[in-house]
C-alpha cells in the first residue's frame, strides 16, 4: 500500500506564503497521479491541486495563480506551493495517490494526519 506522509504546514498572515511537501513511498512513484486535498472543519474534503505522472497540473478554481503543484521524481516528492493565502485556505492538508484509471477521489493510501494551514492575523 501506499504511504504518504506530509509536511510543511503552519500559521500565517493572510498575504503570506507556504510550501508543504508529500514524500510517497514506494518505487512506482514515477507512474503514480498525486494529489492534494484539504478539509476544512464542518466541510467535506476537496482535491486543491493535482499532478499526473506526466507532470499535468489542475487546480480548484479558487486556488488557480496562487498555488503550484510540482514534484521531484528522484526523491519521491511532491510539493504544494502556496502563496498569497487568505483565510479560507485554512484546513488540513492531505496527499494521496488516485487509483489507477480512477477518479481523483479514489485514492490507494490511508488518509493520514496530514499536516494544518491556518491563515489568520
Known amino acids: 500500500q501506499v504511504q504518504l506522509v506530509e509536511s510543511g504546514g503552519g500559521l500565517v498572515q493572510p498575504g503570506g506564503s507556504l510550501r508543504l511537501s508529500c514524500a510517497v513511498s514506494?518505487?512506482?512513484?514515477?507512474?503514480?497521479?498525486v494529489g492534494w486535498y484539504r478539509q476544512a472543519p464542518g466541510k467535506q474534503r476537496q482535491l486543491v491541486a493535482g499532478i499526473t505522472s506526466s507532470g499535468t497540473t489542475q487546480y480548484t478554481r479558487s486556488v488557480m495563480g496562487r498555488f503550484a503543484i510540482s514534484r521531484d521524481n528522484a526523491k519521491n516528492t511532491v510539493f504544494l506551493q502556496m502563496n498569497s493565502l487568505k483565510p479560507e485556505d485554512t484546513a488540513v492538508y492531505y496527499c494521496?495517490?488516485?487509483?489507477?484509471?480512477?477518479?481523483?477521489?479514489?485514492?490507494?493510501?490511508?488518509w493520514g494526519q496530514g499536516t494544518q494551514v491556518t491563515v489568520s492575523s
Open positions: 514506494g518505487s512506482d512513484f514515477n507512474i503514480y497521479h
Open positions: 494521496n495517490v488516485p487509483r489507477s484509471g480512477s477518479t481523483w477521489y479514489d485514492v490507494q493510501g490511508s
